[in-house]
């Protein structure tokens, strides 16, 4: 058996254990006994807690288990580092010495997804996949994928995010153990480019020249955070094999590659010594990275330099040098630990493009997990092309549907005769017959007071980024188009107005007012929108009413209907089911 079907045969075997979980009382030692999902604020942390308890009540997860989401307080961004120590204050004065025996699970899932905006209003570890029966989501994979992990790990905290996949294989007879005191991470042999990206392990005993066994344990003299190629080079981080990972096949060709970062754990005396942390700084009022941050404190190697090098800080606060030095003076000289999956595979599910290319014409990822390009879904798709397929999660499609090879359709429905061009996403969205969705189109409906709102961009569009004023206002791109030429075809104006909230200081598409107010059938809510395109294409003159309100896409996820969504997506599991049983008579 070759590697990669070793990572296949393994990741079966996960979803098959895991799928024998659902709905079922675990004992304990069998499962988690606490799983954390964070939140970015109260109203998140509401929309996660309905979605945890409909999935228990439809028996879609393991039941016994305390699952809980934590909010991070109103102020300044925090980071995923100061949601760490928020939750563990936050365990702790739920559960005190029980924590002494728990086994941990920390997903972190806060934030708004901008580069997912279908993610945005239920959450990204609430991301729909086209496997499993109920179909999974990011939540129901990433228990799975880490099913084997409980029973091999002592107390303490498995700390990962909720956007991205780790697949891989082990000897039959081996297991990654959480054992060792400090902290452990899983590492992945990859290139020097994806390195410069990623957190990168120096390990103690020098760089590994060739790879021997699928998984191995070594200590980390210590980490690297995004990394320059120089920089892996001088610190010694970079090894050598005879056949590098996925190099290929020829075995007399060395190449070069690093182990870089994922998932980590650390037990339960660290958890204590991070509260302590927690206690020295008291308020947190900057973003503290959970990698960045922690880990590179962490080995014999490590030094103080990095708490001064805010280049990869979105926004340098004065509080952080101060932060990460208390920091690096708590966990210096702690052991950090890595179990190297030289047989493994890292997927980043984040942006809109990632998400596309992995359900829809990633093969090898499709194959491992055994993903199918109509998961429960209803109807007539296109045939594969040049590796791509259509992917169709959850929906309805009419007769006489083309749905183009590399797009991706979760809980629609599509009117007979629709068509949708490749590389887009049509989420939540009921369409009218004969309806044409363009290539590159992002098309998505939401539930508000009063119907639905329907919000259309590229695939490729940047919506996090901002310009400093209205006369920067051309730097936007909407669908390929410049936005001052954009909302020129749409009959709009350029002013403060036209954006909501923190846009009226930093415009973007994100806060750009474009939107009609919801309709109450959501196929003339969509209905709109496509003609909104038509009239940015210049095939047609937009003609909205002097009196129509225009929200934009901040707007609309602030008042989102999150149990009229989740009831609108019932539905449709339920006529689907319904149409599968009638059709087996």
């Not at 210096?332 to 998400?355: D, W």
């Not at 594969?384 to 309805?396: K, T």
């Not at 590229?458 to 954009?486: M, W, Y």
């Amino acid at each position: 058996m070759d590697d990669a079907e070793k990572v296949k045969s393994a990741s079966r075997r996960r979803l098959r254990d895991f799928q024998k979980l659902r709905g079922k009382e675990v004992t304990p030692g069998e499962f988690w006994d606490v799983v954390v999902i964070t939140a970015a604020d109260e109203r998140q942390e509401l929309v996660f807690e309905q979605q945890i308890s409909s999935k228990l009540e439809k028996n879609e997860l393991p039941l016994n288990v305390r699952y809980h989401v934590f909010a991070d307080p109103m102020g300044p961004k925090i980071g995923n580092g100061g949601s760490t120590l928020l939750a563990l204050h936050r365990l702790e004065e739920l559960y005190e010495d029980k924590l002494d025996s728990f086994t941990i699970l920390l997903i972190h899932a806060g934030g708004y997804s901008q580069r997912l905006p279908s993610a945005s209003a239920l959450g990204k570890i609430f991301t729909a996949l086209p496997l499993g029966n109920p179909v999974y989501q990011m939540l129901e994979l990433k228990l799975a994928m880490y099913i084997d992990f409980p029973t091999h790990m002592k107390p303490g905290v498995l700390v990962t995010c909720a956007d991205d996949i780790e697949l891989y294989s082990v000897g039959e007879t081996e297991a990654i153990c959480f054992n060792r005191p400090g902290f452990t991470a899983l590492a992945h042999p990859s290139s020097l480019s994806i390195g410069t990206t990623h957190g990168v392990f120096v390990l103690e005993q020098g760089p590994v020249e060739g790879i021997q066994k699928e998984l191995e344990y070594k200590a980390c003299c210590r980490f690297l955070h995004k990394p320059s190629v120089e920089v892996m080079q001088v610190m010694g981080a970079v090894c050598r094999a005879a056949q590098g990972p996925g190099s290929g096949g020829n075995t007399n060709k060395e190449v070069n590659f690093v182990y870089t970062d994922s998932v980590y754990y650390f037990d339960r005396p660290t958890a204590k010594r991070l509260l302590a942390i927690l206690g020295e700084i008291g308020t947190l009022s900057c973003e503290i990275d959970a990698y960045g941050d922690f880990l590179q404190a962490l080995g014999p190697g490590s030094t103080a330099d990095y708490t001064r090098n805010t280049a990869n800080v979105s926004q340098e606060e004065e509080q952080l040098v101060a932060v990460r030095q208390k920091i690096f003076s708590c966990l210096q000289g702690t052991p950090l630990n890595v179990a190297m999956l030289n047989n493994s595979k890292f997927y980043h599910l984040g942006t809109a493009q990632e998400y596309l290319h992995h359900l829809t014409a990633n093969v090898t990822l499709r194959a491992q997990l055994g993903m199918l390009s109509d998961s429960s879904g209803i109807g007539q798709l296109c045939l594969e092309s040049y590796g791509q397929a259509p992917c169709i999660i959850e929906s309805l499609v009419g007769l006489r549907c083309n749905i183009s090879p590399g797009s991706i359709i979760e809980y629609s429905r599509l009117g007979p005769g629709s068509c949708v061009g490749t590389n887009s996403i049509v989420s939540g969205c009921c369409i009218r017959e004969n309806s044409t969705i363009p290539p590159d189109t992002f098309l998505h409906s939401l539930c508000i007071p009063g119907g639905f709102a329907t919000v259309m961009f590229g695939t490729g569009d940047n919506l996090k980024c901002t310009v400093p004023s209205l006369s920067e206002i051309h730097e936007l791109q909407l669908l390929g188009i410049d936005f001052r030429e954009a909302t020129m075809r749409l009959g709009l104006k350029i002013s403060e107005h036209l954006f909501s909230g923190s846009g009226r200081i930093r415009p973007s598409l994100w806060n750009a007012r474009i939107f009609p107010a919801p309709h109450v059938r959501a196929e003339d809510s969509v209905a709109v929108v496509l003609e909104m395109f038509e009239a940015l294409r210049g095939k047609s003159v937009l003609q909205l009413a002097d009196d129509v309100q225009l929200l934009s896409i901040e707007e609309i996820l602030q008042c989102k209907e999150v149990m009229s969504m989740l009831s609108f997506r019932e539905q449709l599991t339920e006529e689907i089911s319904q149409r599968r049983h009638a059709g087996k008579k």
